[in-house]
């Protein structure tokens, strides 16, 4: 575990993303912290992780443009490799199949998916130089059973999951270990609409979870302990999905 290194979270500023990050920074982690437009959120995660004592930069970019995110990220990892990439970032496009238009698919696979390939290649040429890192994906349950009006939002998923277990074979001999955590129903605003007393009977631990759950797993799999796992996706769903 190399804290004086720094972890590069993306979609950090809310939610599951926020909760990652000042997990981290409590564990002893300083964090570079990317959100796309939330300026005033990511200013309050900013705090609160300087609160700590940790240090916390902020990078607002569009995780999907990789001309922005050569822009914002080149000369930091010129200088210093991060320990971590924790991708995070993401959006949802609801709609039907039949009803889905190109832009709800392409926005949806690009922040998800085609940003994890523009920010994977960005820094694992500076892991590979200071001879290990980890990188972790937020995927999701939807990207393992699939959901009704969510095309986009499984194949995404997926295919983070396909990436990454793909990555983890490249990268294990190198020393860089590349994960997936999936989480279940979690209580942030993406979830705030649904319908919680229809869905939760269906969950054996019958409640939703907590953002701090999924940050929890994503602070084991960064630190020693989890030194010899790699390719896996952990499931954080309450048993929703076995």
């Known amino acids: 575990m190399e804290k004086n290194r720094p972890v590069l979270i993306t ?32 200013e309050e995660v900013k705090s609160r992780i ?28 010129a200088e210093q490799a991060p320990y971590a990439l924790v991708h995070n970032a993401g959006i949802t496009r609801d709609a039907l199949a039949a009803n889905m238009t190109r832009e709800q698919w392409d926005s ?3 922040i998800h998916l085609t940003a994890y390939y523009i920010l994977t290649r960005l820094v694992l040429k500076p892991m590979l130089l200071a001879r290990g ?5 937020i995927a999701s349950i939807s990207g393992e059973v699939g959901e009704v009006g969510q095309m986009n939002y499984s194949a995404a998923k997926a295919g983070l999951i396909g990436a990454s277990k793909a990555l983890a074979r490249e990268m294990g001999r190198c020393g860089v270990l590349v994960n997936v955590v999936s989480p279940g129903l979690i209580e ?3 979830t705030s609409g649904l319908p919680m007393d229809k869905i939760k009977p ?8 907590k953002p701090e759950e999924v940050a929890g797993v994503v602070e084991f799999l960064l630190g020693e302990g989890a030194g010899y796992i790699t390719g896996q996706v952990i499931g954080v769903n309450g048993g929703l999905y076995m």
């Not at 939610?15 to 990511?42: C, F, S």
């Not at 609160?51 to 607002?60: I, K």
């Not at 050569?70 to 000369?75: D, N, R, T």
């Open 188 to 190: 942030t605003d993406m």
């Open 108 to 110: 949806v696979i690009g």
């Open 133 to 137: 890192g980890r990188i972790v994906a």
């Open 11 to 42: 979609g950090g500023s809310r939610g599951i993303g926020a909760a990652i990050a000042l997990g981290l920074a409590k564990a002893g982690y300083d964090i570079w912290l990317n959100y796309h437009t939330n300026t005033q959120r990511a």
């Open 50 to 77: 300087e609160s700590l004592g940790r240090a916390c930069l902020l990078l607002p970019f569009d995780v999907s443009d990789e001309a922005a995110a050569k822009e914002a990220l080149s000369p930091l990892l």
């Open 202 to 209: 269906l969950i054996p631990l019958r409640r939703a979870g």
